[in-house]
């Protein structure tokens, strides 16, 4: 028999079915639907179990793994999608405000009008 610890959970399995189902067992160690008592008690009755319910079960969490892949690519390109238009939309904010203090800034200086005046008072202008 062997330990095998996993989130801060230990399972007993035994040596014969890691050597046999090593597959099997990365699957059901890797299950989001099974919570931990229940990969422990999948793992105690393996032994028990015929061929044909073996693969029922590797077939159903082979099925689990790759639905839940296809979701995970499918939310990682709806999220890549969703932060170039959130990223747009802050370029296009911090382009807003980089205007509007140049703006605020040109209004505040008066450099170039008091330029003008002198201009004006000797009249060059």
Known sequence: MSQVTRN?????????????YPELVELVLGSESI?????????????????EQI???FNILMT???QLEELNLKY???IK???????????SLQSQKAKEKIAQ?????????????ALNMLGWI
């Open 105 to 117: 800034a040109e209004k505040e200086d008066t450099a170039k009008d008091d330029a003008q005046n």
């Open 64 to 66: 689990e793994r790759k």
């Open 35 to 51: 919570d931990n008592n229940e990969k422990q008690y999948w793992f105690d009755i393996l032994p028990s179990m015929t061929d």
């Open 8 to 20: 801060d959970f230990t399972f007993t399995i035994l040596d014969e079915i890691e050597a046999k």
């Open 76 to 78: 990682q390109e709806e």
């Open 55 to 57: 693969d029922r079960l």
């Open 81 to 91: 999608t969703l932060n170039e238009k959130h990223l747009i939309q802050w370029q």
